[in-house]
Protein backbone atom coordinates (compact mmCIF):
# COMPACT_ATOMS: atom_id res chain seq x y z
CA UNK A 1 0.00 0.00 0.00
CA UNK A 2 1.22 3.44 -1.13
CA UNK A 3 0.54 6.54 0.82
CA UNK A 4 0.76 10.53 -0.95
CA UNK A 5 0.22 13.76 0.43
CA UNK A 6 -2.19 16.13 -1.89
CA UNK A 7 -1.19 19.91 -0.46
CA UNK A 8 -4.29 22.42 -1.25
CA UNK A 9 -1.92 25.06 -1.54
CA UNK A 10 -3.68 28.55 -2.68
CA UNK A 11 -7.23 27.00 -1.87
CA UNK A 12 -8.87 26.80 1.46
CA UNK A 13 -9.68 23.76 3.31
CA UNK A 14 -13.22 25.40 3.60
CA UNK A 15 -13.55 25.84 -0.25
CA UNK A 16 -12.29 22.11 -0.64
CA UNK A 17 -13.95 19.74 1.33
CA UNK A 18 -17.47 22.06 1.94
CA UNK A 19 -19.58 22.59 4.55
CA UNK A 20 -19.57 19.18 6.74
CA UNK A 21 -17.26 18.21 4.62
CA UNK A 22 -19.45 17.11 1.57
CA UNK A 23 -17.05 17.29 -0.65
CA UNK A 24 -14.75 15.02 1.07
CA UNK A 25 -17.39 12.38 1.57
CA UNK A 26 -18.16 12.63 -2.25
CA UNK A 27 -14.32 12.00 -3.18
CA UNK A 28 -14.29 8.92 -1.11
CA UNK A 29 -17.52 7.28 -2.69
CA UNK A 30 -15.66 8.42 -6.37
CA UNK A 31 -12.90 6.22 -4.84
CA UNK A 32 -13.74 3.45 -2.95
CA UNK A 33 -10.39 1.45 -3.19
CA UNK A 34 -8.34 4.46 -1.48
CA UNK A 35 -8.63 5.51 2.37
CA UNK A 36 -8.96 9.63 2.21
CA UNK A 37 -8.05 11.49 4.85
CA UNK A 38 -8.74 15.21 5.48
CA UNK A 39 -5.60 16.85 7.55
CA UNK A 40 -5.32 20.94 7.69
CA UNK A 41 -4.69 22.08 3.93
CA UNK A 42 -3.53 18.47 2.84
CA UNK A 43 -5.20 14.83 1.97
CA UNK A 44 -3.64 11.80 2.76
CA UNK A 45 -4.56 9.32 0.27
CA UNK A 46 -3.59 5.92 0.75
CA UNK A 47 -3.78 2.90 -1.30
CA UNK A 48 -3.05 1.45 -4.78
CA UNK A 49 -0.46 3.21 -6.40
CA UNK A 50 -2.40 3.10 -9.69
CA UNK A 51 -5.28 3.95 -8.28
CA UNK A 52 -3.79 7.60 -6.69
CA UNK A 53 -2.35 8.19 -9.91
CA UNK A 54 -6.20 7.93 -11.13
CA UNK A 55 -7.21 10.25 -7.70
CA UNK A 56 -4.33 12.68 -9.07
CA UNK A 57 -5.85 13.63 -12.03
CA UNK A 58 -9.16 14.27 -10.36
CA UNK A 59 -7.53 15.88 -7.46
CA UNK A 60 -5.32 18.34 -10.02
CA UNK A 61 -8.92 19.21 -12.04
CA UNK A 62 -10.53 19.86 -9.09
CA UNK A 63 -7.81 22.42 -7.66
CA UNK A 64 -7.91 24.01 -11.51
CA UNK A 65 -11.41 24.62 -11.45
CA UNK A 66 -11.76 26.26 -7.80
CA UNK A 67 -9.44 27.97 -8.59
CA UNK A 68 -11.67 29.78 -11.54
CA UNK A 69 -14.56 29.01 -9.53
CA UNK A 70 -14.73 29.88 -5.95
CA UNK A 71 -18.35 29.41 -6.01
CA UNK A 72 -18.13 25.82 -7.27
CA UNK A 73 -21.36 23.66 -5.84
CA UNK A 74 -21.68 20.47 -5.28
CA UNK A 75 -23.39 19.92 -8.39
CA UNK A 76 -20.42 20.90 -9.98
CA UNK A 77 -18.71 18.99 -7.71
CA UNK A 78 -19.97 15.53 -8.28
CA UNK A 79 -19.97 16.23 -12.36
CA UNK A 80 -16.03 16.85 -11.90
CA UNK A 81 -16.08 13.10 -10.29
CA UNK A 82 -18.18 11.44 -13.27
CA UNK A 83 -16.55 13.18 -16.28
CA UNK A 84 -13.09 14.32 -17.33
CA UNK A 85 -14.22 17.22 -18.67
CA UNK A 86 -13.60 21.13 -16.84
CA UNK A 87 -16.10 23.05 -15.34
CA UNK A 88 -16.98 26.02 -17.89
CA UNK A 89 -15.00 28.96 -16.34
CA UNK A 90 -17.21 31.99 -15.91
CA UNK A 91 -15.34 34.43 -13.76
CA UNK A 92 -17.08 35.86 -10.90
CA UNK A 93 -17.35 40.06 -10.75
CA UNK A 94 -17.99 39.93 -14.66
CA UNK A 95 -21.91 40.05 -15.60
CA UNK A 96 -22.90 36.98 -14.49
CA UNK A 97 -24.55 37.55 -11.31
CA UNK A 98 -28.03 38.51 -12.75
CA UNK A 99 -29.90 39.24 -9.60
CA UNK A 100 -30.13 38.49 -5.94
CA UNK A 101 -33.22 36.50 -5.15
CA UNK A 102 -35.25 35.53 -1.44
CA UNK A 103 -32.90 34.13 1.39
CA UNK A 104 -29.65 35.93 -0.12
CA UNK A 105 -29.54 33.19 -3.19
CA UNK A 106 -27.58 34.76 -6.14
CA UNK A 107 -28.94 34.09 -9.28
CA UNK A 108 -26.15 34.10 -12.07
CA UNK A 109 -25.20 32.53 -15.67
CA UNK A 110 -23.08 29.82 -14.86
CA UNK A 111 -21.55 28.50 -18.13
CA UNK A 112 -20.03 30.29 -21.20
CA UNK A 113 -23.59 30.02 -22.96
CA UNK A 114 -25.84 31.03 -20.72
CA UNK A 115 -23.60 34.17 -20.20
CA UNK A 116 -23.78 34.03 -23.68
CA UNK A 117 -27.28 34.65 -23.41
CA UNK A 118 -26.81 37.27 -21.13
CA UNK A 119 -24.90 39.43 -23.28
CA UNK A 120 -26.93 38.85 -26.69
CA UNK A 121 -30.18 39.54 -24.82
CA UNK A 122 -28.78 43.17 -24.33
CA UNK A 123 -27.44 43.49 -27.57
CA UNK A 124 -30.66 41.92 -29.60
CA UNK A 125 -34.25 43.00 -28.94
CA UNK A 126 -35.17 39.18 -30.21
CA UNK A 127 -33.05 35.99 -28.76
CA UNK A 128 -33.65 32.07 -29.43
CA UNK A 129 -32.25 30.32 -26.75
CA UNK A 130 -31.80 26.31 -28.41
CA UNK A 131 -30.59 23.25 -26.23
CA UNK A 132 -31.27 20.45 -24.36
CA UNK A 133 -32.77 20.18 -21.02
CA UNK A 134 -30.99 20.93 -17.67
CA UNK A 135 -29.02 23.42 -19.32
CA UNK A 136 -30.63 26.46 -17.50
CA UNK A 137 -32.07 28.40 -20.89
CA UNK A 138 -35.64 28.59 -19.29
CA UNK A 139 -33.93 29.72 -15.76
CA UNK A 140 -31.64 32.46 -17.35
CA UNK A 141 -34.08 33.90 -19.44
CA UNK A 142 -36.67 34.12 -16.73
CA UNK A 143 -33.81 35.78 -14.36
CA UNK A 144 -32.73 38.08 -17.33
CA UNK A 145 -36.81 39.74 -17.65
CA UNK A 146 -36.99 39.61 -13.85
CA UNK A 147 -33.78 41.95 -13.82
CA UNK A 148 -35.28 44.12 -16.58
CA UNK A 149 -38.73 44.55 -14.19
CA UNK A 150 -36.73 45.01 -11.32
CA UNK A 151 -34.04 48.04 -13.22
CA UNK A 152 -37.56 49.05 -14.40
CA UNK A 153 -36.56 48.46 -18.28
CA UNK A 154 -39.90 47.12 -18.84
CA UNK A 155 -43.08 47.46 -16.76
CA UNK A 156 -44.08 43.96 -17.28
CA UNK A 157 -43.24 40.22 -17.98
CA UNK A 158 -45.40 37.81 -19.87
CA UNK A 159 -44.13 33.90 -20.03
CA UNK A 160 -45.83 31.63 -22.55
CA UNK A 161 -46.04 28.10 -23.36
CA UNK A 162 -47.71 25.83 -25.97
CA UNK A 163 -50.34 23.34 -24.31
CA UNK A 164 -49.43 20.98 -26.57
CA UNK A 165 -51.05 17.81 -24.36
CA UNK A 166 -54.52 19.57 -24.18
CA UNK A 167 -54.32 21.10 -27.83
CA UNK A 168 -54.12 24.78 -26.39
CA UNK A 169 -58.03 24.34 -26.19
CA UNK A 170 -58.32 23.73 -22.02
CA UNK A 171 -61.85 24.04 -21.61
CA UNK A 172 -62.13 19.94 -20.22
CA UNK A 173 -59.78 20.86 -17.72
CA UNK A 174 -61.70 20.66 -14.32
CA UNK A 175 -61.16 24.71 -12.22
CA UNK A 176 -61.09 27.92 -13.34
CA UNK A 177 -58.72 29.33 -15.95
CA UNK A 178 -55.62 29.46 -13.92
CA UNK A 179 -55.99 26.14 -12.13
CA UNK A 180 -56.28 24.98 -15.87
CA UNK A 181 -53.43 26.21 -16.98
CA UNK A 182 -51.12 25.81 -13.91
CA UNK A 183 -49.80 22.04 -14.79
CA UNK A 184 -48.28 23.73 -18.15
CA UNK A 185 -46.61 26.54 -16.93
CA UNK A 186 -45.28 25.23 -13.30
CA UNK A 187 -41.58 24.87 -14.10
CA UNK A 188 -42.21 29.39 -15.19
CA UNK A 189 -43.67 29.73 -11.84
CA UNK A 190 -40.85 27.49 -10.12
CA UNK A 191 -37.93 29.60 -12.16
CA UNK A 192 -40.02 33.05 -10.82
CA UNK A 193 -40.32 31.99 -6.97
CA UNK A 194 -36.32 31.19 -7.00
CA UNK A 195 -36.26 34.96 -8.11
CA UNK A 196 -39.26 37.07 -6.33
CA UNK A 197 -40.10 36.81 -2.60
CA UNK A 198 -43.87 34.63 -2.58
CA UNK A 199 -45.59 37.81 -1.38
CA UNK A 200 -44.88 40.35 -4.20
CA UNK A 201 -45.16 37.63 -6.63
CA UNK A 202 -48.47 36.91 -5.92
CA UNK A 203 -49.30 40.72 -6.33
CA UNK A 204 -47.33 40.80 -9.43
CA UNK A 205 -49.62 37.73 -10.75
CA UNK A 206 -52.58 39.01 -9.25
CA UNK A 207 -52.20 43.11 -10.86
CA UNK A 208 -51.05 40.96 -13.98
CA UNK A 209 -47.19 42.89 -13.74
CA UNK A 210 -46.21 39.48 -14.56
CA UNK A 211 -48.69 37.55 -16.89
CA UNK A 212 -47.94 33.62 -17.46
CA UNK A 213 -50.64 32.31 -20.14
CA UNK A 214 -50.89 29.67 -23.01
CA UNK A 215 -49.45 30.61 -26.51
CA UNK A 216 -52.97 30.67 -27.43
CA UNK A 217 -54.02 33.57 -25.31
CA UNK A 218 -51.28 35.88 -26.93
CA UNK A 219 -53.21 35.85 -30.47
CA UNK A 220 -54.04 39.34 -31.66
CA UNK A 221 -52.41 41.01 -29.01
CA UNK A 222 -49.80 43.61 -29.18
CA UNK A 223 -47.06 42.90 -26.26
CA UNK A 224 -44.84 46.03 -25.83
CA UNK A 225 -43.25 47.50 -22.79
CA UNK A 226 -42.76 44.23 -21.59
CA UNK A 227 -39.95 41.12 -21.73
CA UNK A 228 -41.72 38.28 -22.96
CA UNK A 229 -40.60 34.74 -22.63
CA UNK A 230 -41.67 32.16 -25.35
CA UNK A 231 -40.74 28.35 -23.72
CA UNK A 232 -40.79 25.19 -25.24
CA UNK A 233 -41.19 26.51 -28.37
CA UNK A 234 -40.15 23.27 -30.23
CA UNK A 235 -43.64 22.53 -29.57
CA UNK A 236 -44.99 25.70 -31.54
CA UNK A 237 -46.33 25.37 -35.34
CA UNK A 238 -44.84 27.51 -37.67
CA UNK A 239 -47.89 28.96 -37.67
CA UNK A 240 -47.94 29.87 -34.20
CA UNK A 241 -44.02 31.09 -33.86
CA UNK A 242 -44.81 33.10 -36.94
CA UNK A 243 -47.98 34.54 -34.84
CA UNK A 244 -45.88 34.92 -31.74
CA UNK A 245 -43.18 36.70 -33.50
CA UNK A 246 -45.56 39.60 -35.29
CA UNK A 247 -47.18 40.58 -31.70
CA UNK A 248 -43.81 42.51 -30.69
CA UNK A 249 -44.39 46.12 -29.88
CA UNK A 250 -41.74 48.43 -30.40
CA UNK A 251 -40.07 48.73 -26.88
CA UNK A 252 -40.40 44.97 -26.10
CA UNK A 253 -37.61 42.05 -25.67
CA UNK A 254 -38.56 38.60 -26.73
CA UNK A 255 -36.55 35.37 -25.56
CA UNK A 256 -37.30 32.39 -27.40
CA UNK A 257 -36.27 29.41 -25.86
CA UNK A 258 -36.80 25.11 -26.97
CA UNK A 259 -35.50 21.92 -27.37
CA UNK A 260 -35.22 20.72 -30.76
CA UNK A 261 -35.06 16.66 -29.50
CA UNK A 262 -38.21 17.33 -27.37
CA UNK A 263 -40.72 17.78 -30.34
CA UNK A 264 -44.38 16.52 -28.73
CA UNK A 265 -46.34 18.15 -31.63
CA UNK A 266 -48.35 15.21 -33.42
CA UNK A 267 -46.65 13.48 -36.17
CA UNK A 268 -48.35 15.52 -39.18
CA UNK A 269 -47.84 18.82 -37.23
CA UNK A 270 -44.20 20.76 -37.93
CA UNK A 271 -42.30 22.38 -35.35
CA UNK A 272 -41.70 26.17 -36.02
CA UNK A 273 -38.63 26.51 -34.57
CA UNK A 274 -36.16 25.28 -37.12
CA UNK A 275 -37.61 27.24 -39.69
CA UNK A 276 -37.73 30.25 -37.87
CA UNK A 277 -33.94 29.56 -36.90
CA UNK A 278 -33.06 29.31 -40.52
CA UNK A 279 -35.45 32.20 -41.61
CA UNK A 280 -34.32 35.39 -39.19
CA UNK A 281 -30.71 33.76 -39.20
CA UNK A 282 -28.08 36.67 -39.46
CA UNK A 283 -31.45 39.64 -38.90
CA UNK A 284 -29.88 42.51 -37.33
CA UNK A 285 -31.02 42.85 -33.77
CA UNK A 286 -32.35 38.62 -33.86
CA UNK A 287 -29.64 37.10 -32.44
CA UNK A 288 -29.05 32.62 -31.65
CA UNK A 289 -27.49 31.25 -29.06
CA UNK A 290 -27.08 27.00 -28.89
CA UNK A 291 -26.31 25.32 -25.37
CA UNK A 292 -25.34 22.06 -25.36
CA UNK A 293 -24.83 19.01 -22.61
CA UNK A 294 -21.87 20.76 -21.23
CA UNK A 295 -24.21 23.55 -19.97
CA UNK A 296 -26.42 21.60 -17.85
CA UNK A 297 -26.42 22.36 -14.51
CA UNK A 298 -29.07 19.73 -13.00
CA UNK A 299 -28.03 16.37 -11.57
CA UNK A 300 -24.42 15.08 -13.13
CA UNK A 301 -26.34 12.05 -14.54
CA UNK A 302 -28.57 14.52 -16.81
CA UNK A 303 -25.92 15.73 -18.85
CA UNK A 304 -24.81 12.03 -19.44
CA UNK A 305 -28.48 11.04 -20.04
CA UNK A 306 -28.38 13.61 -22.90
CA UNK A 307 -25.81 12.68 -24.29
CA UNK A 308 -26.84 9.08 -24.66
CA UNK A 309 -29.60 10.44 -26.04
CA UNK A 310 -28.11 12.61 -28.52
CA UNK A 311 -25.90 9.11 -29.97
CA UNK A 312 -29.11 7.67 -30.28
CA UNK A 313 -30.64 10.13 -32.31
CA UNK A 314 -27.59 10.57 -34.76
CA UNK A 315 -27.75 6.66 -34.96
CA UNK A 316 -31.27 6.44 -35.62
CA UNK A 317 -30.61 9.91 -38.80
CA UNK A 318 -28.13 8.05 -39.86
CA UNK A 319 -29.82 4.76 -40.60
CA UNK A 320 -32.87 7.05 -42.03
CA UNK A 321 -30.51 8.56 -44.24
CA UNK A 322 -29.20 5.77 -45.33
CA UNK A 323 -32.75 3.49 -46.31
CA UNK A 324 -33.59 6.89 -47.83
CA UNK A 325 -30.39 7.01 -50.34
CA UNK A 326 -31.24 3.08 -50.74
CA UNK A 327 -34.67 4.17 -51.88
CA UNK A 328 -33.58 6.33 -54.55
CA UNK A 329 -31.14 4.45 -56.31
CA UNK A 330 -33.67 1.39 -56.54
CA UNK A 331 -36.10 4.04 -57.81
CA UNK A 332 -33.69 4.82 -60.65
Do not use: W
Request: proline share 6%; aromatic share 6%.
Amino acid sequence: MTEHIFQLGEISPLSFFGTDSGRLNSLRSAFPRLRITGRGDALVVAGDEEEIDRFQEQFERILAALSRRADLNMREFAQLLLTTDPIPAVQPGSDSVLLHGPNGLVVRARTPNQLRMVQLSSRNDILFAVGPAGSGKTYTAVALAVRALKDKEVRKIILTRPAVEAGESLGFLPGDLREKIDPYLRPLYDALGDMIPAHRLEKYLEEQIIEVAPLAFMRGRTLDKAFVILDEAQNCTEMQIKMFLTRMGPSAKFIITGDLTQIDLPPRQRSGLPQALHLLEGVQGIAQVFLSANDVVRHPLVRTIVEAYGRHDEIRQKKAAERDQGTDRSGT
